[in-house]
């Protein structure tokens, strides 16, 4: 089992920028898709973006343009680095590994494991 945790959250004002870092613990971590969903007070939780084991992605279309996504197998970590911040995009970020998953995907019933989540708040 992958044991991931979140940092970098926080709060921001519109326009502004924050990198969200996710450490994965377990051998297998650069074998996974990882991936980084969110979910806002009574809404569904939403893909935002994706990488493979091989560094494809694949990026939300509300985000795309602003947000990136990177990992570093050396140290068992993804970044989400989100720049042009609008309070829409405020939400609790989730970090997600998919075992056996060998595509970036934002689905989220194709991710075993999960983070805590951190709090991402934008003002206007």
């Known amino acids: 089992q992958v044991q991931l945790v979140e940092s970098g959250g926080g709060s921001v004002q519109s326009g502004g920028s924050l990198r969200l870092s996710c450490t994965a613990s377990?051998?297998?971590?650069?074998?996974?898709?990882m991936s980084w969903f969110r979910q806002a007070p009574g809404k569904g939780r939403q893909g935002v973006a994706s990488i493979s084991s091989d560094g494809d992605t694949d990026i939300g279309d509300s985000v795309k343009g602003r947000f990136t996504i990177s990992r570093d197998n050396a140290k068992n970590a993804v970044y989400l680095q989100m720049n042009a911040l609008k309070p829409e995009d405020t939400a609790m970020y989730y970090c997600?590994?998919?075992?056996?998953?060998?595509?970036?995907?934002?689905?989220?019933?194709?991710?075993?494991?999960w983070g805590q989540g951190t709090q991402v708040t934008v003002s206007s």
């Open positions: 377990g051998v297998l971590y650069r074998t996974y898709a």
């Open positions: 997600a590994a998919g075992k056996g998953l060998r595509y970036a995907s934002l689905l989220d019933y194709e991710h075993s494991d």
